[in-house]
């Protein structure tokens, strides 16, 4: 058995317990809050972030590499499309909301509306938080744009740009950051992906001390 | 042949010209700056970031995308390590370089002494500067640690982890935030790197009004 440690909000371990479940991988779920700084955590992964997934001897980090692992050593449900073009499709948007998403949007509300409150006892800061709405209402669109030409975010098949893409939202739609009006295309895409077994789960679990708003776990929203 | 979109200081242009030479992938480079935010580029890339490499009717977009698309369609000289848990460990390095370094060092040199510079008119902020320059301090240590159990950055063999690592290392030293003192393992690896033929160009290039310091493209340094 796979073990993962993670947080609940941590949108990188949503993308690998997402693939993995849909992967039909079998984890069980290791609490760890990188600010901690544990020990025990650095000696698994030096850089000190979440996700690491560990079974027996094997230890792997860094969610793209954990999940191409697994896309490489577990042949069902194919992840990344049928060609080197496609691929490298479905990689381009992985990369969008694994690194543009997370930097413009996740990150900041993590920041703010997360760490400050559990970790440091401090309120947001207003004007970051509004940066962070605009910035995810400017991604919205991005993602309208792509589902009004296509079935998937990144072609015609179900994979891991998905999987990113709902990770980073979902956790910032958790926070209070997403504003789904005037979003058909993407509420549509997210409605469901709400709805699949592989990722309920995600939508359960909740952060000590730090409800979501009323829509977050509904399917109608 | 392959037209590359990049400028001399960005470390991930300079990842995919160094991958892309040692797999034999012929690439003319096109000059683009992303921050003049050219239409052109926009519409080739929403992401608005270099590199972008493209051939015909085929267009790739970031550095892990491309990188892997030239893994899997050439052959020659694989370079992400024989099995799934090597590829693992490579990954998780290209990761670590390109995305903590970068974060940690990179971008904050790129930012203060190019940006600024070049584009600002604005003097560097010489705290920002102080902290890149520790960062990178504690990031030679970490590859120090590396090559000191193992010949190449991931492994056994040179591979992608090691061109990652070199790609941003060379910028970082280009804009005088390396001090090579006390790190002979990396400062050895890096010599090996800086001889081979697929790397030297990148060395010969100059950013306009912008001069790397002496021991830069030294192979004594």
């Known amino acids: 058995m796979w073990r ?39 000696a698994l992964n030096p850089a000190g972030q979440t996700p690491v997934i560990q079974n027996g001897t094997v230890t792997l980090v860094d969610s793209a590499a954990i999940c191409d692992y697994f896309e490489e050593t577990v042949a069902r449900t194919p ?9 490298a499709e479905a990689r381009r ?20 509306r997360m760490y400050k409150r559990i970790v440091l006892r401090q309120p947001p800061d207003a004007a970051t938080v509004r940066g962070a709405a ?3 209402e400017a991604h919205l669109d991005y993602l309208d744009f792509l589902l009004d030409r296509r079935r998937w975010v990144a072609g015609p098949a179900f ?3 998905d999987i990113a893409a ?12 997403i504003e789904w009006d005037g979003h058909e295309p993407a509420r549509i895409w997210y409605s469901a992906l709400k709805s699949r ?17 009323a829509h977050y776990d509904k399917l109608d929203f």
């Open 79 to 87: 992840l990344l499309g049928a060609g080197p073009e496609e691929r």
């Open 93 to 112: 948007l992985i990369a969008w909301f694994d690194q543009k998403f997370y930097g413009e949007v996740t990150s900041l509300l993590l920041t703010e």
């Open 4 to 42: 993962l440690h993670q947080y609940p909000l941590c949108p990188f371990s949503r993308k690998v317990r997402f693939a993995c479940a849909v992967k039909g991988v079998e984890v069980e779920l290791v609490r760890e809050y990188p600010w901690e700084r544990r020990d025990a955590f650095a």
């Open 134 to 136: 605009r910035n995810a």
């Open 166 to 177: 709902a990770a980073q939202i979902s956790v910032a739609d958790y926070l209070g950051g």
């Open 197 to 213: 077994p592989a990722f309920r789960p995600m939508l359960g679990e909740r952060m000590e001390g730090l409800p979501p708003p």
């Open 159 to 161: 994979g891991l740009a």
